[in-house]
């Protein structure tokens, strides 16, 4: 594709040689001659320099390059969409592989591809354009909308529901059994029945070896446009937010609600019960153990709030340096208490006797 062409599409100013062709995307480091690179900071430009790029996209207003140039407000979204101009995703050919089991009475709209070793049961619907890759498994009575990718190995138990566009990667569970455990009056732990639902809405994306459980009763409910990464716990009678994003390695514990636009860094572990409010950040390795209200910003285990926090890390630090002053401080004070205590002593042995003790041990000593 010429830079010029490229520029139009992109919204991008031109800055240099519109004819030079661009084939591909490349990091900076491994780009060769017709690759179009991204700099998101100037301290790169001696990089770039040196490479062996065609093109750039930059910030407007960066110094400028002997490279031919896109300049855009905001380079990294420009960068995600010449993405999507090079790459677009392999879409296989509809139909269903002879290889798979589709029951009788799933029903498959038109475009359709259900890859190899797939097992497709009874009373599925399957929305138009849909991807099936190999070896998945969907259970009975679910129902995936339109444009869905389900890569392979997922796995969707009976009754899940799946919106328009969602994209779940593969290894990912969705509609296992909640883990809910009573004892009962011997003292043993008998297993609660987990009878509910799992309802994903529209555009969500959920990544690799991610576990959804249905809900006890009722629904566990991931709401549209929710973007969650690999290794996620989303426990039963969950209810995450729209537009929220959660990194890896998070576990969300039964009943929790999570408004909209909330963001759960890695490794964050919520408990379960507790109410977690709209456009709430909560930070890496995080323990959340009580309802959040919105907009709160929260680092820590317990999570407190993140300038709470941030206090607290600067004031541990500081640790040795008053453990030391402070030991200075003890040592003047217990100096300072045994000057003033010999003070005392030298003081009193100092004092002259009273008169009238002089005279009693006078007479004292005459006969009577």
């Known amino acids: ?35 179009l690179v991204f700099v998101a900071n100037s301290r790169d430009l001696p990089k770039l320099e040196a490479s062996k790029a065609s093109a750039v996209i930059a910030r407007e207003g960066s110094p400028p390059c002997s490279k031919p140039a896109l300049l855009a407000n905001d380079p990294y979204l420009a960068f995600v969409e010449a993405l999507c101009l090079f790459y677009t995703p392999d879409r296989p050919t509809p139909g269903v592989h002879p290889s798979s089991i589709v029951q009788e009475g799933a029903r498959l709209a038109e475009d359709v591809a ?4 797939a097992v ?21 009575g679910c129902r995936i909308g339109a444009g869905c990718r389900l890569h392979p190995q997922v796995m969707i138990r009976e009754g899940v529901e799946i919106g328009d566009r969602v994209t779940i990667h593969s290894g990912t569970v969705i509609g296992s059994d909640g883990f809910g455990y009573l004892r009962d009056r011997q003292g043993n732990r008998i297993k609660i029945p987990q ?8 555009d969500v994306e959920i990544g690799a070896n991610v576990t959804v459980d249905r809900a006890t009763i009722g629904a566990t409910r991931i709401r549209r446009g929710t973007k ?21 390695l998070s576990g969300i514990s039964g009943s929790v609600k999570i408004g909209d636009r909330v963001t759960l860094a890695g490794q964050v572990g919520i408990v379960d019960h507790i109410d977690i409010g709209d456009d709430v950040t909560v930070g890496a390795q995080a323990g959340v153990a009580k309802s959040l209200p919105s907009g709160s910003v929260v680092l820590g285990s317990p999570a407190v709030p993140h300038l709470v926090f941030k206090r607290s890390v600067a004031a541990v630090r500081r640790l040795p340096r008053i453990l030391n002053t402070l030991k200075r401080i003890e040592g003047r004070l217990a100096s300072l208490e045994r000057a003033v205590g010999e003070r005392e002593e030298k003081a009193q ?20």
């Open 1 to 35: 594709m010429q830079l010029r062409e490229l520029a139009e599409k992109l919204n991008c100013r031109l800055v240099g040689d519109g004819e030079i062709e661009v084939h591909h995307l490349a990091p900076l480091h491994e780009a060769g001659e017709g690759d």
């Open 114 to 117: 259900i890859g190899p070793l």
């Open 120 to 140: 497709v049961e009874a009373g599925v619907t399957i929305g138009r354009g849909s991807v099936v890759g190999a070896q998945v498994y969907i259970g009975e």
């Open 195 to 202: 009878v509910g639902r799992v309802i994903i809405e529209d």
């Open 228 to 248: 969650i990464d690999n290794l996620v716990q989303i426990a039963h009678n969950v209810v995450v937010g729209a537009d929220t994003v959660i990194a890896a």
């Open 349 to 368: 042995s100092a004092q002259p006797v009273p008169e009238c003790l002089n005279r009693e041990s006078t007479s004292e000593g005459r006969p009577h």
